[in-house]
């Protein structure tokens, strides 16, 4: 079974800077669109950034001989707390997807 585990969540002040990361088998960082997801209680779950992919303040990376994908982020407030997932998604140009558990980041003033 292919288990997409992150890690590197926890609880930071604003204006602080975090790196979450994702481990995947190295054939789904090579052949699924790999991307960081997430989501607050009572909210749909949103896209944060995919790989290879800066948007102002998120990074995502992919490191293949790790099996790791990162998503960096700076300059944190209180709106980014949430759950964030790590996704592999249209795997082999299919509908087959992957998400792992979920890491928790609390960000507070």
């Known amino acids: 079974a292919v288990e997409l585990v992150e890690s590197g969540g926890g609880s930071v002040e604003a204006g602080a800077s975090l790196t979450l990361s994702c481990t995947a088998p190295d054939y789904i960082l090579r052949y699924c669109e790999m991307g960081w997801y997430r989501q607050t209680p009572g909210k749909e779950r949103e896209l944060v950034s995919e790989?290879?992919?800066?948007?102002g303040r998120f990074t995502v990376s992919l490191h293949y001989e790790e099996k790791l994908m990162l998503l960096q982020m700076t300059t944190l407030t209180p709106a980014d707390t949430a759950r964030y997932y790590c996704a592999a998604e249209r795997c082999w140009s299919t509908a087959t997807s992957y998400w792992g558990p979920g890491t928790q980041v609390n960000v507070s003033l």
């Open positions: 790989s290879h992919i800066r948007e």
